[in-house]
């Protein structure tokens, strides 16, 4: 979901040929996308969240440039933000996939490094609310509440959708896609079960029609 809004803020028009956005989206501009991962790290202590987050920056860093004072991880964020914004004009989209990794697997008697990584994670997410001015748009994916976290405080200009119900559809693949964009596909499973195209439906209802939050 991320890669697509990745390509979406691109401006990659021509990856989306013949889907409804094609022609919903009139202008197509690129913006800087920065595109942070945290699901590369096992985060057993507060070196491999620096390792991390220092993979993502040193990727972006090769792109928009390097200040030699930016010596922390939300330093250096907040100058990407600012340098991308500035060569290019546009402002910056931030992806974040699994923010919440780092916090996810610790044990009970790893308390005192839970308290420094959730200290580090608030000063580099705190970056998204001090860089209001220069973001265009910003998405965050991961398996727990904002509230649960305790590294948000103070970001109140981000919302938490999982549960509404406009956005319902948003992962996995409704009906009328399935439908719209895979009909050979479900034609040729019926034939090759020996099955009317409304008994394909049934199956592919039983398997993968529980991906969704609401009545989409």
């Not at 308290?115 to 991961?142: H, N, W």
């Not at 896609?177 to 195209?197: M, S």
Request: glycine fraction near 8%; proline fraction near 2%; charged fraction near 25%.
């Amino acid at each position: 979901m991320l890669t697509t809004l990745k390509t979406y803020f691109l401006g990659k028009k021509e990856l989306f040929e013949d889907l409804a956005i094609a022609g919903l989206e009139k202008e197509w501009m690129e913006y800087p996308v920065f595109h942070i991962d945290m699901n590369v790290e096992a985060y057993l202590n507060t070196e491999s969240l620096y390792s991390a987050l220092n993979i993502n920056l040193r990727y972006l860093e090769v792109k928009w440039g390097k200040n030699a004072d930016e010596k922390s991880p939300s330093d250096r964020f907040q100058g990407l933000i600012r340098r991308a914004y500035e060569q290019t004009g546009r402002k910056v989209v931030v992806l974040i996939d699994e923010y919440d990794k780092p916090l996810l697997g610790l044990k009970d008697d790893l308390m005192d490094v839970d308290i420094e990584i959730r200290k580090v994670l608030k000063g580099f997410y705190g970056v998204l609310k001090s860089a209001d001015a220069y973001l265009r748009f910003v998405f965050l994916t991961g398996v727990t509440r904002f509230a649960k976290v305790g590294v948000f405080r103070g970001l109140n200009h981000l919302t938490d959708i999982s549960l509404y119900a406009d956005y319902a559809g948003m992962c996995g693949i409704s009906e009328t896609e399935l439908t719209g964009c895979f009909e050979p596909e479900i034609n040729a499973q019926t034939a090759k079960l020996g099955q009317t195209y409304d008994e394909t439906l049934g199956e592919l209802r039983k398997h993968y029609n529980s991906y969704h939050f609401g009545h989409c």
